[in-house]
């Protein structure tokens, strides 16, 4: 069983930037593939960035960086120039296997990510 805890989120004015983490405790670190989604309401949720158990690394906005310390078995996303259409609930993500069918199997809570405009 994973555990996984965001940090980060908050209200920002366009232009801005903010630094998502996530904790993940309950599993070996480095074991299993982790990721970054996002959701609005009225939509699914959607990958926004993620890094697998083997180091590859994969970002659908140009704009946001994803990286991953398996010391401290935390997920990173630095957000920059964010625009309002960023505004989302942001989850934290990490499964077996996942990186190639994109399900994963633990899910953090949600951090919730507002800009401004």
């Known amino acids: 069983q994973v555990q996984l805890v965001e940090s980060g989120g908050g209200l920002v004015q366009a232009g801005g930037s903010l630094r998502l983490s996530c904790a993940a405790s309950g599993g070996a670190s480095g074991a299993y593939d982790m990721a970054w989604f996002r959701q609005v309401p009225g939509k699914s949720r959607e990958f926004v960035a993620g890094v697998s158990r083997s180091g590859e690394s994969a970002s659908y906005v140009a704009r946001f960086t994803v990286s991953r310390d398996n010391v401290e078995n935390t997920l990173y996303l630095q957000m920059n120039t964010l625009k309002p259409e960023d505004t989302a609930v942001y989850y934290c993500?990490?499964?077996?296997?996942?990186?190639?069918?994109?399900?994963?199997?633990?899910w953090g809570q949600g951090t919730q990510v507002t800009v401004s405009s």
């Open positions: 993500a990490a499964g077996w296997g996942s990186w190639a069918t994109n399900r994963y199997d633990y």
